[in-house]
């Protein structure tokens, strides 16, 4: 009888990934959900960043998804 919302595993559309948490809002549309990563990744191609600069930023963050 399990009814853990929060410890549902959801597929990002972008990465094809599965991750769990909140997600992120895509920013192309505004509704769809996106993992986290996605996010921060369409987040900083908004700051008009450079793909490698933005490779370098995502490799860097830690997995923070479980928490
Ligand atoms: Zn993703």
Same mark, same amino acid.
Not at 24 to 37: F, G, M
């Given at each position: 009888?399990?009814? @853990?919302? @929060?410890?549902?595993? /959801? /597929?990002?559309?972008?990465? $094809? /990934?599965?991750?769990? $948490? ?7 549309? @505004?509704?769809?959900? &996106?993992?986290? %990563?996605?996010?921060?990744? =369409?987040? %900083?191609? $908004? %700051?008009? %960043?450079? *793909?490698?600069?933005?490779?370098? &930023? &995502?490799? *860097?963050?830690? @997995?923070? =998804?479980?928490?």
């Amino acid at each position: 009888m399990a009814n @853990n919302e @929060n410890v549902v595993v /959801k /597929k990002c559309p972008k990465c $094809g /990934k599965e991750y769990r $948490g909140h997600p992120a809002i895509s920013r192309e549309d @505004n509704i769809t959900p &996106i993992c986290p %990563l996605c996010g921060t990744r =369409e987040a %900083l191609e $908004g %700051l008009g %960043l450079e *793909q490698s600069e933005i490779d370098k &930023i &995502i490799a *860097q963050i830690p @997995n923070v =998804e479980d928490k």
